[in-house]
């Protein structure tokens, strides 16, 4: 193995059957090995007591394309993450294991009670809000379901548990889900078609009036239309009960809500464009991209000004902070990311040990407490 150390940038090549640790490549010399995985972080100084490092991650698998369907248009991922639970300090969490996926999301966590007597915690999901007031926002929704968005599952001790689901709508801080319920208006409108249809014209003056509902246009005639101004805001709430001394398992599955653009930003063409220059910065700040990620998009977008080769971009956003309120740090953390498949480009900013692990990035973390919140970034060709 070649190795090169320059500017803090470290890199690593090695053939399928390695596990990638750290070690250095130049970022002048580009390795391009069918066989091979390049991997790229950067690495902040190591802490002795926790041996983490913050960095990140540009992977690009190349072997056969296993792509998703383009999208026609950018839809926007919903920033969902994992439970969280009313503040204890009897109730540490032994170990969370997190897999991320393009199509499912999985967390897996170990809970122990300290006390010597048995400790009901309300543990709530929250689904983030959406705001059904801007029309120009394509939230991407996994499923078509008004009760469950993500198709959210869990399992305590091995055995599927129910959450309740509580829904509320609101306009600004003020809470109006009954003066919703009284219009005869759903809380979350799903399907094609349009609750406000069947409300008569005086009704409409009122709610526009009190700003419940906002202009949305109008029809092929000029008559104006609307739509919902409020804000859903959705939590599945459950009471659990943690027994002394006793390790408890709770385990959740959903679907991933995956933001989708046609093209990219990050290609040569867009990036260099001053009118994209904070966007290009946003990108960068979220998703750790750095010069190496670069590289590897320019490479797979061939050097052609337009989107010759389809590149298109997935977005996955995991909030990771909510839920620290049980007792201490998380003792044993893990973090496995899987782009779904070989040929994509993945990055994410990222705190802890990283090896590759089937075609998969994992990172690994001891007294862990979560300081920022997750977001992924999947660079593909389109089929």
Known sequence: MLVERAHGLNFLCLSRSGVARASGFTPTRTAMISDRVVIGMRLAPVRPTTKLYSGILAVLMTAAVMGYAQANDSSIELAVGGLTFTKSTAVSLESEDLLITPTEVTVKYQFLNHDPAPVTLTIGFPLPDIDLSDPDVNYAFPTDSADNLVGFKTEVNGKPVSFKLHQRALLGAQDVTQRVKAAGLPIFPTGKSDPLSAIDATAKKNLFD????????????????????????????????????????????????????????????????????????????????????????DLMAGGHKDNVNKLREQRIAYVLKTGANWAGPIKEFRLRVDPGGPNRLLSFCAVGEKELVGGAVQVSAKDFVPQTDLKILIISKAD
């Open 210 to 297: 009190a700003g419940l509902i906002v202009r949305a246009g109008t029809d092929s005639d000029g008559h104006p239309l609307f739509q919902p101004g409020w804000v859903v805001r959705m939590v599945f709430v459950r009471q659990q009960t943690f027994p002394p001394g006793k390790l408890v398992s709770v385990e959740h599955h959903y679907r991933t809500s995956i933001g989708i653009g046609s093209d990219t930003i990050l290609r040569k063409a867009l990036r260099e464009s001053a009118g994209l220059r904070a966007e290009l910065l946003k990108y960068q700040k979220q998703y750790c991209v750095g010069p190496t990620f670069l590289k590897s998009v």
